[in-house]
């Protein structure tokens, strides 16, 4: 179990290796000018257009939702949004609990601002190792994925 200093370590290089992922999925990919996305849950899939062409997909595990006003997070595990070995992958989340020795981690729900979201799938990102996080967008709900596998789509 991490004291305090320990854990704000942790974070800030969670986070530090969070903004060089989301740079270069920027940098090699064309993020922030893909303006849309379509996923398969069943694939394990999110597909990234630009004017209706398909342009990148990657393979995802949900991280969690919250509103668009930043206030309740769902852990992507306890989410019946998500298929069942979807919502088994993220359950691996739940070791940041043991980590850390905070029990919001083992919540269903916990009350969040943004920092609080980006920090969290930071951590995330550490876990698994992926290659960068995508918000996703829908009603007034917003979908955080981890991303792997990330590719260019030939046409």
């Not at 206030?71 to 979807?86: G, I, K, R, Y």
């Not at 992926?130 to 829908?138: L, Q």
Request: one cysteine or more; charged letters at 30%; aromatic letters at 14%.
């Amino acid at each position: 179990m991490m004291n305090d200093e320990e854990f704000q370590g942790y974070l800030d290089n969670c986070y530090e290796a969070l903004e060089k992922k989301q740079q270069a999925l920027i940098d090699e990919y064309g993020f922030g000018l893909l303006d849309q996305f379509n996923h398969d849950f069943d694939k394990e899939e999110i597909y990234f257009l630009r004017d209706n062409t398909l342009e990148v997909k990657a393979k995802i595990i949900p991280i969690g939702s919250c509103s668009a006003e930043f206030e309740t997070w769902v852990w992507a595990w306890a989410d019946n949004v998500f298929p069942e070995e979807l919502r088994a992958k993220s359950q691996k989340l739940k070791e940041l609990e043991y980590m850390t020795g905070f029990e919001m981690f083992g919540s269903e729900t916990i009350q969040v601002d943004e920092d609080m979201v980006w920090e969290i799938t930071a951590m995330a990102l550490e876990m698994w190792g992926s290659e960068g996080a995508y918000k996703a967008p829908i009603d007034d709900v917003l979908y955080f994925y981890a991303l792997s596998d990330v590719k260019k789509v030939v046409q």
